[in-house]
């Protein structure tokens, strides 16, 4: 057994290697940020909570032909995933107008929008991870024109296959970050994490404007029970099992 070294730590999750060059262990922590690292805390349970929802909703999406990163879940708050070259891009889906999308644009925060956006922010925090049209990220060549084509077109099919399951869970899924990357026969694979971390998620049971957020919102705009609402969309989500 080789020991495991420290490849890489974020702002939510760290990386290790493991014995297996292929195979890294992602351990995902408490910390919590908002608005670009600007606001630091910590979320009691969150890592633990964000790693099996996670592991849920990856197995979730692989039973329905989405490819990913994801191995399985090595310990309460670790994950073991395929090595991949994480592309510079968040991609954004957003099913309704909320938080930076109603500050750029005057859209009322609630205003459905059909057919979903896909939007395409780059992974930069010296530059505040700027919105980038489709143009602009080619010419900056952080994907080729057809990984982006690849990219909307799974994230529009990850969009749909996580609308039906939290509708299931009664739970709205208002927008979303994904990250994805290339494995070694540069094939694209959703990486990351799908949590209340990297989600925007309301609870369809309570018509109260901040009561209904049980995602980071509650953190970034100081709304109080954090723990509370990230232990419930777990409870939800685990009480759901895996469908084909």
């Known amino acids: 057994m080789t020991a495991q070294q420290k490849l890489y730590e974020g702002k939510a999750k760290i990386l290790y290697t493991t014995d297996d060059p292929d195979i890294l262990l ?3 922590k408490d910390d919590a940020t908002a608005f670009n690292a600007q606001k630091r805390g910590s979320i009691q349970g969150k890592g633990a909570v964000n790693c ?9 999406l692989e039973a329905k032909g989405i490819s990913t990163h994801f191995i399985d879940q090595a310990s309460a708050n670790e994950m073991r995933v395929r090595m991949v070259k994480i592309l510079p891009l968040e991609v954004v889906v957003r099913n309704i107008a909320a938080g930076s999308l109603c500050k750029q644009t005057g859209l009322a925060l609630g205003t459905p929008i059909s ?6 922010y780059y992974k930069n925090d010296d530059l505040g991870d700027p919105l980038l049209t489709r143009d602009r990220l080619l010419l900056m060549g952080l994907a080729t024109a057809e990984q982006v ?4 077109s799974m994230a529009l099919r990850i969009n749909e296959i996580l609308i039906d399951f939290f509708q299931h869970c009664g739970i709205t ?3 979303f970050k994904l990250e994805f990357g290339l494995d070694a026969e540069q094939k694209i694979l959703l990486a990351d994490e799908i949590s209340p971390d990297t989600c925007r ?8 404007v901040a009561r209904r957020v049980m995602d ?3 953190f970034r705009q100081d709304l109080g029970e954090v723990e509370s609402a990230y232990q419930r969309v ?11």
């Not at 099996?52 to 979730?60: E, G, P, V, Y």
């Not at 998620?201 to 109260?208: H, S, T, V």
């Open 149 to 152: 084509e690849q990219l909307q």
């Open 26 to 28: 992602t351990y995902f």
């Open 216 to 218: 980071k919102d509650r």
């Open 234 to 244: 777990m409870q939800r989500v685990l009480a759901n099992p895996v469908s084909l």
């Open 173 to 175: 899924l208002v927008d």
């Open 115 to 120: 057919p979903p956006l896909v939007e395409f």
């Open 201 to 208: 998620l309301w609870d369809q049971g309570e018509a109260d």
């Open 52 to 60: 099996a929802i996670s592991s849920h909703l990856f197995r979730q």
